[in-house]
């Protein structure tokens, strides 16, 4: 099994800027793609960033040149780095990992979410 651990979550004001963490660990053989998507109340879940294990990325349109993520593979962590927040940024984020476990079977994990609210 492999287990993610989120951080970095919070209340901004718009115009902030919060970082988000998530750091996976278990029984992980392997690591390939690692992104964020985010849940508004009353909206569906919807992709904001992912990162492939040679380091390409594709992000929303709705966050592209406010936010970057980026992934340290030695400590199996992804990061978000959210700037010029907006009150429509106010949502539930998820990290995700696509990983391989020590008995090679391959899934998407999901972590437990972290809150981001941002007021105006």
């Known amino acids: 099994q492999v287990q993610l651990a989120e951080s970095g979550g919070g209340l901004v004001q718009a115009g902030g800027s919060l970082r988000l963490s998530c750091a996976a660990s278990?029984?992980?053989?392997?690591?390939?793609?690692m992104g964020w998507y985010r849940q508004a109340p009353g909206k569906q879940r919807e992709l904001v960033a992912q990162?492939?294990?040679?380091?390409?990325?594709n992000y929303a349109d709705s966050v592209k040149d406010r936010f970057t993520i980026s992934r340290d593979n030695a400590k199996n962590t992804v990061y978000l780095q959210m700037n010029s927040l907006k009150p429509e940024d106010t949502a539930v984020y998820y990290c995700?990992?696509?990983?391989?476990?020590?008995?090679?079977?391959?899934?998407?994990?999901w972590g437990q979410g972290t809150q981001v609210t941002v007021s105006s």
């Open positions: 278990g029984s992980i053989f392997s690591i390939n793609n």
């Open positions: 995700t990992v696509t990983a391989l476990d020590t008995v090679l079977v391959g899934r998407l994990y």
């Open positions: 990162i492939s294990s040679s380091g390409g990325t």
